[in-house]
T-cell receptor, first 118, second 119 residues
C-alpha cells in the first residue's frame, strides 16, 4: 500500500533554532499534502494545505512566517519551524493524497514528528 | 464550515464486549465522506472505516461497523468483540467530496474518544 515517510520522528533542540520536518510519499504522487499539529490527548488541528508547485494555504491563526511550508515536488513537502520556542513543542503529522478528479483518493499519514524545544 | 463533534471524551469496555462511539457532524454539503481513525499510543493514524454519504448501506470492516444516519448527521462506530489491541484514541473525521477545490482531501476531525479495554 501507499506509504508516507516522515522524518525525523523525534527532535530535541534549543530555543531559537529552526527545525525542518520532511514528508515524502514513497510510491505515489502526492498532489496535496497536509500538515497537522496535535497536543497530547487532543485532536489533530490542520495547520496548512500544500499543493505541489504553489503556495501553501494556512488555516486561520497559523503564522505563515513561523511555519514555512514548501511543496516543491510531487513526492516531498517540508515544514520548517523557524526560531522555535518551547510553546512550539508538539506532535506534527503530515498526510498526503493524490488528486485524480472524480476518483476517491485516500489520505495517507506519516508516523509523525515529536518536537521538543528546550 | 464543517464541524465534527465527539461528545464522549473517554469510554471503556470489557474485553469481548461491544462498545459504541458517537459522532455528530454539521455540513451543508450533500456529498461527502466520513471516517473513523484509530490512534494507538504509537500515535500512528490508522484508518478503521470509511463511509460515503451517497451510500445508504452502513460500512462494515470485520468487527467494526457504523450506524450512519444522514438526516440526523450522526455517524457512530460500533466495535464488537472488543480486544485489548482496540485500546486507542478514536477520531471521527469529515471530508468533502469536492475534487476541484484547492483543499481537496482536507479532513476535519472531532475531539477524539479515548477507548480503554479491560481484560
Amino acid at each position: 500500500g501507499a506509504v508516507v515517510s516522515q522524518h525525523p520522528s523525534w527532535v530535541i533542540c534549543k530555543s531559537g533554532t529552526s527545525v525542518k520536518i520532511e514528508c515524502r510519499s514513497l510510491d505515489f504522487q502526492a498532489t496535496t499534502m497536509f500538515w497537522y499539529r496535535q497536543f497530547p490527548k487532543q485532536s489533530l488541528m490542520l495547520m496548512a494545505t500544500s499543493n505541489e508547485g504553489s503556495k501553501a494555504t494556512y488555516e486561520q491563526g497559523v503564522e505563515k512566517d513561523k511555519f514555512l511550508i514548501n511543496h516543491a515536488s510531487l513526492t516531498l513537502s517540508t515544514l520548517t519551524v523557524t526560531s522555535a520556542h518551547p510553546e512550539d513543542s508538539s506532535f506534527y503529522i503530515c498526510s498526503a493524497s493524490g488528486n485524480n478528479l472524480g476518483v476517491y483518493q485516500p489520505q495517507h499519514f506519516g508516523d509523525g514528528t515529536r518536537l521538543s524545544i528546550l | 464550515a464543517q464541524t465534527v463533534t465527539q461528545s464522549q471524551p473517554e469510554m471503556s469496555v470489557q474485553e469481548a464486549e461491544t462498545v459504541t462511539l458517537s459522532c455528530t457532524y454539521d455540513t451543508s454539503e450533500s456529498d461527502y465522506y466520513l471516517f473513523w481513525y484509530k490512534q494507538p499510543p504509537s500515535r500512528q493514524m490508522i484508518l478503521v472505516i470509511r463511509q460515503e454519504a451517497y451510500k445508504q448501506q452502513n460500512a462494515t470492516e470485520n468487527r467494526f461497523s457504523v450506524n450512519f444516519q444522514k438526516a440526523a448527521k450522526s455517524f457512530s462506530l460500533k466495535i464488537s468483540d472488543s480486544q485489548l489491541g482496540d485500546a486507542a484514541m478514536y477520531f471521527c473525521a469529515y471530508r468533502s467530496s469536492d475534487a476541484g477545490g484547492t483543499s481537496y482531501g482536507k479532513l476535519t476531525f472531532g475531539q477524539g474518544t479515548i477507548l480503554t479495554v479491560h481484560p
